[in-house]
């Protein structure tokens, strides 16, 4: 509902959310970081994790390194951050709720890079009957979507910009995504008048360990192109 016009290409990797067992995560990940995914898709979106693995840091780096951004989530009810989202070339989301705070399950750390809706969120699912209807989820999920639908977006609209190529090509995209993310995301204030337009939060200082704040996808495309020189490109 973010992205509109984004192409969709579903890797099916595990039956559950949950990876003991990461390699076929892993070979998905490198499968698109080496071009072999038809569609050359540009943005990898997990609402998954585990433990971490060599060969889950090596795709992530590698997708990093050829201008993939991989947005992750941090991981639902255990707090601490998952990996492959905890690793430093992917993008690690928390969730919040239509109040304006962290969701109290959502993984929270340092390693956080923004925190996106993740409670309350409408979206297509299954009843117990197995009829498809339109109903409410929460979970780091809903809020790893918006992200890679923001970066979708945002790609798009730097579509065809010199400075987008010349960050793609020097593997730092992900760090100039991540810069932008920073930089335009929004905290509650105590004046509800200075909050973005449409918002009902309740004020409370925010929790840096949900990252620096909220997503704000219009402050992101209007942020300029770059990405701090001293970045690693590893986790």
């Not at 050359?40 to 889950?56: F, R, T």
């Not at 409410?136 to 809903?142: A, E, L, N, P, Y």
């Not at 200075?194 to 990252?211: I, L, Q, T």
């Not at 996808?217 to 209007?222: A, N, P, V």
Request: charged share 20%; net charge positive.
């Amino acid at each position: 509902g973010v992205a509109r016009g984004a192409r969709l290409i579903p890797l099916r990797v595990h039956r559950t959310v949950s990876q003991l067992n990461t390699r076929n995560l892993a070979k998905a990940i490198q499968d698109v970081a080496d071009g072999k995914i038809a569609g050359d898709p540009k943005v990898i979106s997990i609402a998954m994790g585990g433990p971490p693995s060599y060969s889950l840091w090596k795709a992530v780096t590698a997708a990093e390194s050829k201008g993939v951004i991989v947005v992750a989530a941090s991981g639902n009810y255990i707090r601490t951050v998952v990996w492959p989202a905890r690793f430093r070339s992917a993008i690690a989301v928390a969730a919040d709720i239509v109040r304006c705070r962290p969701w109290k399950h959502s993984s929270r750390g340092s390693a956080i890079d923004i925190a996106a809706p993740g409670e309350s969120v409408w979206r297509a699912t299954l009843n117990e009957k197995s009829e498809h209807i339109i109903a409410m989820g929460k979970g780091t999920t809903f809020a790893t979507g918006h992200t890679s639908s923001a970066a979708a977006l945002w790609l798009s609209y730097h579509r065809g910009d010199p400075a987008l190529d010349a960050l793609r090509a020097e593997g730092r995209l992900t760090l100039a995504f991540r810069d932008a993310l920073k930089r335009s995301s929004w905290r509650p204030a105590p004046d509800p008048a200075a909050n973005p337009e449409g918002s009902s939060c309740e004020f409370a200082p925010w929790d840096k360990a949900f990252g620096p704040g909220i997503l704000d996808i219009s402050r992101l495309l209007d942020s300029p192109l770059t990405a701090q020189r001293g970045g690693r490109l590893s986790a």
